[in-house]
């Protein structure tokens, strides 16, 4: 509601992106980097079993899975927080409308770009695709901390320059 009601100011005013945008640009990119830091300085213990959902996750059938996937959009915050985010830029931009729906659907596709290979992988593989997912799993699992401070840092910086660049102008 935020990010559509300083939309249409941006939009109308055309002079960027307004004071509130910004500020909530800043803050959004604070919050990112102290998530970053963070996941950094926790010390890890190696003796700690994984999360509970995510054992749960490896004995889900394809059907649950799905269910899952295409819920998760829906109730996960930090997917919220991207995609407010993402329309906060769009919005920012001062794009015509129908060029600002187009960013937002190209925005969709690159999010959902890699849950799409994935189901490529399935239909075409089949029953094969199972040691793939298998090793893409384990991947991520030794991964995933690196792979989240590497986006907290990227976009905690990207929003961080953009909202401080907008207050200065």
Request: glycine share 8%.
């Amino acid at each position: 509601l935020i990010f559509s009601i300083t939309g249409i100011f941006a939009v109308e005013e055309g002079a960027g992106p307004p004071a509130i945008l910004a500020i909530l640009f800043v803050v959004i990119g604070i919050l990112m980097l102290v998530a970053a830091a963070k996941v950094i300085f926790q010390e890890e213990d190696e003796d700690k079993a994984p999360p509970k959902w995510l054992a749960e996750i490896e004995g889900f059938t394809p059907g649950k899975a799905y269910k899952l996937g295409l819920s998760w959009p829906f109730i996960s915050p930090k997917q919220w927080g991207f995609t407010l985010t993402a329309v906060g830029v769009i919005f920012a931009a001062t794009l015509d409308p129908l060029t600002s729906l187009a960013n937002y659907l190209i925005y969709i596709l690159i999010t959902l770009s890699l849950f799409f290979l994935l189901i490529l992988v399935y239909v075409f593989l089949g029953e094969r695709s199972q040691a793939f997912m298998d090793r893409l799993f384990k991947w991520l699992k030794k991964n995933a901390m690196t792979i989240l401070v590497i986006v907290l840092v990227v976009f905690g910086l990207y929003f961080l320059i953009k909202g401080i660049a907008a207050l200065a102008a």
